[in-house]
């Protein structure tokens, strides 16, 4: 199964950084564009950003544009979300996920969810 591994979450007062990391275990993320979700308690999963292949492209949800930055690194195997500014709001557990376009709108993740990483912002 296709399927990338989240790490990086963890409790931050509002205003503050965390920084997301997603890797490949048995697939390496440099042959995919990959998105970030979030799902909060007793809300729907909302995509968060976006980043090709390449990484020539990068797209953000327009709740988090400007404090939000995807990245990656493919060699380390690595893709990235840096959160700045935290809101309570962002309060969710964050999955990383194959995307089947480059970033398109809808974002249309294909593979398995993997465990994700709870990030909780609260004063």
């Known amino acids: 199964q296709l399927q990338f591994v989240e790490s990086g979450g963890g409790l931050v007062q509002p205003g503050g950084s965390l920084s997301l990391s997603c890797t490949g275990s048995r697939y390496t993320v440099d042959n995919y564009h990959i998105a970030w979700f979030r799902q909060a308690p007793g809300k729907e999963r909302e995509g968060v950003s976006c980043?090709?292949?390449?990484?020539?492209?990068?797209t953000y949800a327009d709740s988090v544009k400007g404090r939000f930055t995807i990245s990656r690194d493919n060699a380390k195997n690595t893709v990235y979300l840096q959160m700045d500014a935290l809101k309570p709001e962002d309060t969710a557990i964050y999955y990383c996920?194959?995307?089947?376009?480059?970033?398109?709108?809808?974002?249309?993740?294909?593979?398995?969810w993997g465990r994700g990483t709870q990030v909780t912002v609260s004063s």
């Open positions: 980043i090709s292949s390449s990484g020539g492209t990068t």
């Open positions: 996920v194959a995307e089947s376009t480059r970033c398109g709108s809808p974002l249309r993740p294909f593979g398995s």
